[in-house]
Nanobody, 120 residues
Framework: VQLVESGGGLVQPGGSLRLSCAAS????????IVWARQVRGKGLEWVSA???????YYQDSVKGRFTISRDNDKNTVFLQILSLKPEDTALYLC???????????????WGKGTLVTVSS
């Protein structure tokens, strides 16, 4: 089982990124997927989720700037981020769970993350 995040990097404020989470080793279409982020020295913060049926959810602070989507044919979930802010700087991780994407402490699988740095 693997979840591999990619697409992070150094971006100027106001810029955009598209993060990817590629899954393998399990029946991806049956799983709910979450994006979370972690600032160095702080806890994991839930950001967005997409259910197996395609319904999407967002943390209030990212609504309107973050868009989550999934491609079940490619076993991949995407997180499009617009109008990046310095406070978006974090390690972004994706997780998968067959029951719910809202209990981060109990996710079935996690990736190792991709680092997003927003700085001028």
């Amino acid at each position: 089982v693997q979840l591999v995040e990619s697409g992070g990097g150094l971006v100027q404020p106001g810029g955009s990124l598209r993060l990817s989470c590629a899954a393998s080793g399990f029946t991806f279409s049956n799983y709910h997927i979450v994006w979370a982020r972690q600032v160095r020295g702080k806890g994991l913060e839930w950001v967005s989720a997409i259910l197996s049926d395609g319904r999407t959810y967002y943390q209030d602070s990212v609504k309107g700037r973050f868009t989550i989507s999934r491609d079940n044919d490619k076993n991949t979930v995407f997180l499009q981020i617009l109008s990046l802010k310095p406070e978006d700087t974090a390690l972004y991780l994706c997780g998968a769970d067959v029951l719910t994407p809202f209990r981060m402490h109990d996710m079935d699988y996690w990736g190792k993350g991709t680092l997003v740095t927003v700085s001028s």
